[in-house]
């Protein structure tokens, strides 16, 4: 493989930072909506969007309008939002990939130029909606090679890194496999492997669930999960499947035709019924379910998140047991 220019980030290695305990609501921008009033978020966001606006050639309407937002080293956070709201085109500015109509995009406090693209590109990795895309080497473990390849890595180093990567996202035994002849599920392992391999401290991933099973979304959040609890790098996804924000996200951020509606905690963004309605969401089937059982007399809180909804069902199972008088 030569080491031509690469799509996905060349550069040298970015060290990941320690992993920081996360906090929700940061600092919101000028047009961001409801917040959940938690406290802010200190010192320098390792990404940030001030004033961002992209207009495509042939459309009159911008594709963002005025976006404002901060995103802290170690959080998990879902962009949410109906097809079409914008979430593509604002992940495609974040390491660089689209230049914006105006405002600016700053990674680890820098603005992105031309002059710094490649750093910005080896601290943000981008995994695209369609692996297709993406993953293009006739074999497995040339495609996660590639990244490394092209940031000058020793030939050990770059090894290294490739079984760590396949290991990693359960790919092991992969290598030799050609990705067209992998299911979609794989074909997005592979892809995110690519990028895993290359080390960037933020991962911003596209639609990561979109056309998989749901065996398969649910082994994609599992590892995106774990690679943010573990390696302690920064996840970003986009989605408009409500039910993928219950299993993975600390905070929210609501896009709607081009424009920042809210930024928030799970809990508080699905509490909020003229939100949901404005952007065209709904609860999760999660919190639907709670709905469902408050309705039928059961003393139960509803909850967002899987985490505090096995905790209220916990809550609500011992609380019936002292009742019955079962130890």
Do not use: W
């Not at 928030?264 to 999660?286: M, S, Y």
């Amino acid at each position: 493989m030569s080491k031509s220019t690469s799509p996905r980030n060349p550069g040298k290695r970015a060290d990941l930072p320690e992993q920081t305990e996360s906090k929700n609501s940061p600092e919101t921008g000028k047009n961001s909506g409801k917040t959940d009033g938690s406290s802010e978020r200190t010192g320098t966001p390792i990404l940030e969007v001030k004033d961002l606006c992209h207009r495509y050639p042939h459309l009159e309407a911008n594709a963002l309008d005025r976006i404002n937002l901060k995103v802290y080293s170690g959080e998990r956070v879902a962009v949410l939002g109906a097809n079409g709201a914008g979430k593509s085109t604002l992940f495609k500015h974040l390491n660089g990939i689209l230049r914006p109509l105006s405002g600016e995009v700053l990674v680890k406090g820098e603005k992105i130029t031309k002059k710094n693209v490649r750093m910005c590109r080896e601290t943000v990795g981008i995994v695209f909606q369609d692996p297709d895309d993406q993953v293009l080497a006739p074999s497995v473990e040339e495609d996660v090679a590639f990244g490394p390849i092209n940031m000058g890595l020793s030939r050990e180093e770059v090894e290294k890194r490739v079984k760590e990567a396949l290991e990693m996202v359960g790919l092991k035994g992969f290598e030799e496999r050609a990705p067209h002849h992998l299911s979609g599920g794989q074909k997005k392992l592979v892809a995110i492997a690519g990028i895993l391999a290359m080390r960037p401290e933020v991962i911003v991933l596209d639609e990561p669930t979109a056309g998989l099973d749901p065996l398969s979304s649910s082994r994609v959040l599992e590892l995106i999960t774990k690679m943010n609890r573990e390696l302690g790098i920064t996840m970003l996804l986009s989605t408009h499947d409500v039910d993928v924000v219950p299993y993975f996200a600390e905070r929210v951020f609501v896009l709607h035709h081009g424009k920042l509606e809210a930024d928030g905690t799970p809990e508080a963004i699905f509490n909020d019924p003229e939100l949901l309605r404005k952007a065209h969401l709904r609860l999760p089937r999660v919190a639907e379910v709670f709905e469902m059982l408050q309705q039928e007399g059961v003393d139960v809180n509803i909850q967002i998140t899987a985490e505090t909804a096995r905790d209220e069902i916990l809550r609500v199972i011992g609380s019936a047991h002292q009742k019955a008088g079962i130890k």
